[in-house]
């Protein structure tokens, strides 16, 4: 029996791919050995945009399979990043000065107006 796949969540997963694999390239050139907290780009709008990169391809590439299986890991990825950018900050807050006024000015972790 053939399956057939979906275009429209095709669609989709290809979109969010092609999404995730820019902003890793765009966000990954930023270790040149020099402190700066970015406040422009998508650095403006959320602390951890390299993460909203990964959830967007680990949500992406099981869409434009047609693999709704893989959305399991999805929904087994959200906490787990949730733990890791908790501890993450909490790390950085205590041995990065600047680092507490820098998240007044950068309010939401990874999802604008929401957290």
């Known amino acids: 029996m053939e399956q057939r796949s979906k275009p429209l ?4 997963g290809m979109t969010s791919l092609i999404f995730s694999i820019f902003m890793k390239f765009f966000l990954g050139a930023a270790a040149l050995g020099v402190l700066i907290f970015m406040t422009t780009g998508p650095y403006a709008v959320v602390r951890h945009p390299s993460y909203v990169g990964d959830l967007v391809l680990v949500l992406g590439i099981p869409l ?3 693999s709704w299986w893989g959305l399991i ?4 990825m959200i906490p787990a990043m949730v733990r890791m950018i908790h ?3 909490r790390l950085l807050k205590d041995g990065l000065p600047g680092y507490a ?15």
């Open 9 to 12: 969540a095709k669609s989709k």
């Open 64 to 66: 434009a399979l047609g």
């Open 73 to 76: 890991l999805f929904a087994l």
């Open 87 to 89: 501890d993450e900050e």
């Open 101 to 115: 006024k820098y998240t007044e000015t950068v309010r939401y972790r990874l999802i604008p107006y929401i957290w």
